[in-house]
Nanobody
Framework: QVQLQESGPGLVKPSQTLSLTCTVS??????????WSWIRQPPGKGLEWMGV???????DYSPSLKSRTSISRDMSKNQFSLQLSSVTPEDPAVYYC??????????????WGQGTQVTVSS
């Protein structure tokens, strides 16, 4: 059974960089055709896909966040990470990591972390 767990600070100051890590257990992040995404949900809003790292290490990002987002992986730890730079008061949300073969549709995601709340405040 594949399980995902987000970790990282819940409070970030404006203009700083948010860093989150997703630890995957019960399966490998290099499993062929699987892709591992970061998705967030701001208060009162819907899910927003931020970006993905595929099984082969290729990354893809939301155009609206591409300039501030970086996703990387540590295969030795079976983890993938998110860095969101220059955070603003519009970035508070519950941040999820998730896995799917077809990462374009939220309905296709097989695996989700429980989510971690991120607040932006000085």
């Amino acid at each position: 059974q594949v399980q995902l767990q987000e970790s990282g600070p819940g409070l970030v100051k404006p203009s700083q960089t948010l860093s989150l890590t997703c630890t995957v257990s019960g399966g490998s992040i290099t499993t062929t055709y699987y892709a591992w995404s970061w998705i967030r949900q701001p208060p009162g809003k819907g899910l927003e896909w931020m970006g993905v790292i595929r099984y082969d290490g290729v990354t893809d990002y939301s155009p609206s966040l591409k300039s501030r987002t970086s996703i990387s992986r540590d295969m030795s730890k079976n983890q993938f990470s998110l860095q969101l730079s220059s955070v603003t008061p519009e970035d508070p949300a519950v941040y999820y990591c998730a896995g799917a073969e077809n990462y374009y549709s939220f309905a296709e995601y097989s695996y989700w972390g429980q989510g971690t709340q991120v607040t932006v405040s000085s």
